[in-house]
């Protein structure tokens, strides 16, 4: 761990407390998300194995419409109204859950395996990342759900970094990420309650708060974060946002079919979606409706604002466009024919650099 | 307040339930909340305006050397004991005696850029017994400092806590030095976890008292 700080110390080159000189954004394509939680695990094997980091998982993958991780984050407050801080609070170690213990001991080297059953061990768990996994809303036959992957949004105005007193966190001019220097921060936890998204932890053992660092160390050699490249669904596109010929740029700016969750909430996320557009609704008789969508249109707006209908208008126009023969940039930038085109320059086989 | 010299080992004085505390004088003082002015994150100074800041509003406190260490025992009423963070809904209980390093050092800011000040640090979560040793130069540059030189002893019973803060007179390292027959400025804080209260949030002395080391 002292090795990691002093890498983050390393990295803290240049700050910023007002947006970055260059920024780092992703797009996520929530019609290509499985929801298999590669991203997750990806995160988890390589940053949250440490002293209490068990609960920690910096990027979760949950079904939606739902609670959401921590269970019900968006009624916690934070962010921006107006320019104005708003005040949040924090979740309880159970709105987190996760980082159960298992009697994997008993089960696995005692001897038992054939009398006793894998089982949590301490208080019944009521609730963890992904719990309300493909619930959904709506009746049969017009059920939905779709999938959100969220990690830390990287902010243009961070409120978790405005929030702390000690100065503690700062954001790279070179790339926007959003750092906490751990050897200045004491635990206070104002960012956490800043943070609208809820995607800073509190690590109970260290007395420190923690977050994604978007891999910064990757980036530097030019390796796309963990939870971006191990993705099996190429359903995530990852580089600098003023870069107007790369993929992330054309999605949100050329095409403005990408849009940040809850911009409402005012920090200007960097990290982006496609809204899903789903199927079309069923009628009784068993046709569709192809004037209906089954995902409410007024819920993908309570995500991702207004711009929803828009980006559903141009997606949709081009994917008609296609069928019918013609050619269109955006279908070929989403369908990503080439794998390593989806995070171009940050490409580089991580299995090539020797780690330190 | 004066810091008596007694023939106690160190051992003794670190224990706030020791008799020989129970015939000493002591100093008690009102505390008042921090302003918020003074919170150097925009986000504080939002989140709490007009919620009460400075749970704890009263402390007795008590001093005493061997010649070697010096120790204050501070008392104070808390319905709640805050070992810890809980569920992560609160924070962990804290008190703090403040030094000057610089005469002019001020108080509600903790220091400022050249003026020092040296926090001698107990929160109910430290390893038992471990104090920290802080030095502030202004609102939110607290820093701990490698070595730190403070034991520390608590007791939570009947709604109140009791703890001594020790530490030798004289250190090699970042701090305040005392010595025998010398007069410094000294000041106190006391953080109350389950009304979130921790950073700059606390109840603090108000002023710089006058200590007289016997």
């Given at each position: 761990?002292?090795?990691?700080?002093?890498?983050?110390?390393?990295a803290?080159?240049?700050?910023?407390?007002n947006?970055?000189?260059?920024?780092?954004?992703?797009?996520?394509d929530l019609n290509?998300?499985?929801?298999?939680?590669?991203?997750?695990?990806?995160?988890?094997?390589?940053?949250?194995?440490?002293?209490?980091?068990?609960?920690?998982?910096?990027?979760?993958?949950?079904?939606?419409?739902?609670?959401?991780?921590?269970?019900d984050?968006?009624?916690?407050?934070?962010?921006?109204?107006?320019?104005?801080?708003?005040?949040?609070?924090?979740?309880?170690?159970?709105?987190?859950?996760?980082?159960?213990?298992?009697?994997?001991?008993?089960?696995?080297y005692?001897?038992?395996?054939?009398?006793?059953?894998?089982?949590?061990?301490?208080e019944?768990?009521?609730?963890?990342?992904?719990?309300?996994?493909?619930?959904?809303?709506g009746?049969?036959p017009?059920?939905?759900?779709?999938?959100?992957?969220?990690?830390?949004?990287?902010?243009?105005?961070?409120?978790?970094?405005?929030a702390?007193?000690?100065?503690?966190?700062?954001?790279?001019d070179?790339?926007?990420?959003?750092?906490?220097?751990?050897?200045?921060?004491?635990?206070?936890?104002?960012?956490?309650?800043?943070?609208?998204?809820?995607?800073v932890?509190?690590?109970?053992?260290?007395?420190?708060?923690?977050?994604?660092?978007?891999?910064?160390p990757?980036?530097?050699?030019?390796v796309?974060?963990?939870?971006?490249?191990?993705?099996?669904?190429?359903?995530?596109?990852?580089?600098?946002?003023?870069?107007?010929?790369?993929?992330?740029?054309?999605l949100?700016?050329?095409?403005e079919?990408a849009?940040?969750?809850?911009?409402?909430?005012?920090?200007?996320?960097?990290?982006?979606?496609?809204?899903?557009?789903?199927?079309?609704?069923?009628?009784?008789?068993?046709?569709?409706?192809?004037?209906?969508?089954?995902?409410?249109?007024?819920?993908?707006?309570?995500?991702?604002?207004?711009?929803?209908?828009?980006?559903?208008?141009?997606?949709?126009?081009?994917m008609?466009?296609?069928?019918?023969?013609?050619?269109?940039?955006?279908?070929?930038?989403?369908?990503?024919?080439?794998w390593?085109?989806?995070?171009k320059p940050?490409?580089?086989?991580?299995?090539?650099i020797?780690?330190? | 307040?004066?810091?008596?010299?007694?023939?106690?080992?160190?051992?003794?004085l670190?224990n706030?339930?020791?008799?020989?505390?129970?015939?000493m004088p002591?100093?008690?003082?009102?505390?008042?909340?921090?302003?918020?002015?003074?919170?150097?994150?925009?986000?504080?100074r939002a989140a709490?305006?007009?919620?009460?800041?400075?749970?704890?509003?009263?402390?007795?406190?008590?001093?005493?050397?061997?010649g070697?260490d010096?120790?204050?025992?501070?008392?104070?009423?808390?319905?709640?004991?805050?070992k810890?963070?809980?569920?992560?809904?609160?924070?962990?209980?804290?008190?703090?005696?403040?030094?000057?390093?610089?005469?002019?050092?001020p108080?509600?800011?903790?220091?400022?850029?050249?003026?020092?000040v040296n926090a001698?640090?107990?929160?109910?979560?430290?390893p038992?017994?471990?104090?920290?040793?802080?030095?502030?130069?202004?609102?939110?540059?607290?820093?701990?400092?490698p070595?730190?030189?403070?034991q520390?002893r608590?007791?939570?019973?009947?709604?109140?806590?009791?703890?001594?803060?020790?530490?030798?007179?004289?250190?090699?390292?970042?701090?305040?030095?005392?010595?025998?027959?010398?007069?410094?400025?000294?000041?106190f804080?006391?953080?109350?976890?389950?009304?979130?209260?921790r950073?700059?949030?606390?109840?603090?002395?108000?002023?710089?008292?006058?200590?007289?080391?016997?």
């Amino acid at each position: 761990m002292a090795q990691k700080t002093q890498r983050t110390r390393k990295a803290r080159k240049t700050q910023s407390r007002n947006g970055a000189k260059q920024q780092l954004a992703m797009v996520f394509d929530l019609n290509k998300c499985i929801g298999c939680q590669t991203c997750s695990v990806a995160c988890k094997v390589l940053w949250t194995r440490d002293e209490g980091t068990d609960y920690q998982w910096w990027c979760t993958v949950n079904t939606q419409p739902g609670r959401g991780h921590p269970r019900d984050y968006e009624t916690m407050g934070g962010g921006y109204r107006e320019g104005v801080s708003q005040p949040g609070r924090r979740p309880t170690r159970q709105e987190w859950g996760g980082g159960w213990q298992f009697n994997y001991e008993e089960v696995l080297y005692g001897g038992k395996g054939q009398s006793v059953f894998l089982h949590h061990v301490g208080e019944e768990p009521q609730w963890g990342p992904n719990w309300d996994e493909d619930q959904g809303a709506g009746e049969y036959p017009n059920a939905y759900y779709f999938y959100l992957p969220r990690l830390c949004n990287h902010c243009t105005k961070p409120a978790c970094l405005e929030a702390c007193p000690r100065g503690a966190m700062y954001k790279r001019d070179e790339d926007g990420i959003v750092l906490r220097d751990e050897s200045r921060c004491r635990g206070y936890q104002f960012c956490l309650e800043a943070c609208p998204y809820k995607k800073v932890y509190f690590n109970f053992l260290r007395n420190v708060s923690q977050q994604c660092i978007m891999c910064f160390p990757r980036v530097e050699q030019n390796v796309a974060p963990s939870c971006v490249r191990q993705c099996p669904g190429r359903a995530v596109w990852f580089g600098m946002l003023d870069d107007e010929e790369g993929p992330v740029a054309k999605l949100v700016r050329k095409w403005e079919v990408a849009l940040p969750l809850h911009p409402e909430y005012g920090t200007e996320p960097n990290v982006f979606y496609i809204p899903p557009i789903g199927p079309a609704l069923l009628n009784d008789d068993g046709s569709f409706d192809e004037s209906k969508p089954r995902i409410p249109t007024e819920y993908l707006e309570g995500l991702f604002g207004l711009k929803v209908r828009t980006a559903l208008d141009t997606f949709r126009a081009e994917m008609t466009k296609t069928r019918e023969g013609g050619k269109s940039e955006l279908m070929d930038t989403l369908i990503a024919y080439w794998w390593k085109d989806m995070f171009k320059p940050y490409d580089r086989d991580p299995a090539e650099i020797q780690w330190k | 307040m004066k810091a008596a010299k007694l023939q106690l080992a160190t051992r003794t004085l670190l224990n706030p339930a020791a008799q020989q505390w129970a015939k000493m004088p002591a100093e008690e003082m009102s505390l008042a909340g921090t302003p918020l002015s003074e919170q150097p994150s925009r986000y504080v100074r939002a989140a709490w305006a007009g919620k009460p800041v400075g749970a704890v509003r009263f402390l007795k406190v008590q001093a005493a050397h061997n010649g070697k260490d010096i120790a204050f025992r501070l008392e104070w009423a808390d319905e709640t004991e805050n070992k810890d963070h809980g569920d992560g809904s609160v924070f962990p209980d804290a008190a703090g005696v403040l030094f000057p390093l610089n005469k002019d050092a001020p108080l509600e800011s903790m220091g400022g850029p050249k003026a020092p000040v040296n926090a001698w640090y107990w929160r109910a979560n430290l390893p038992e017994g471990e104090g920290q040793n802080l030095i502030a130069m202004g609102a939110g540059t607290v820093q701990e400092t490698p070595k730190s030189f403070a034991q520390t002893r608590a007791h939570w019973a009947d709604g109140r806590w009791q703890v001594v803060l020790a530490r030798p007179l004289t250190i090699d390292g970042d701090g305040v030095q005392l010595s025998s027959k010398q007069s410094t400025k000294v000041a106190f804080a006391v953080w109350e976890g389950s009304s979130q209260e921790r950073g700059g949030l606390k109840s603090f002395s108000k002023h710089w008292l006058d200590l007289e080391i016997a």
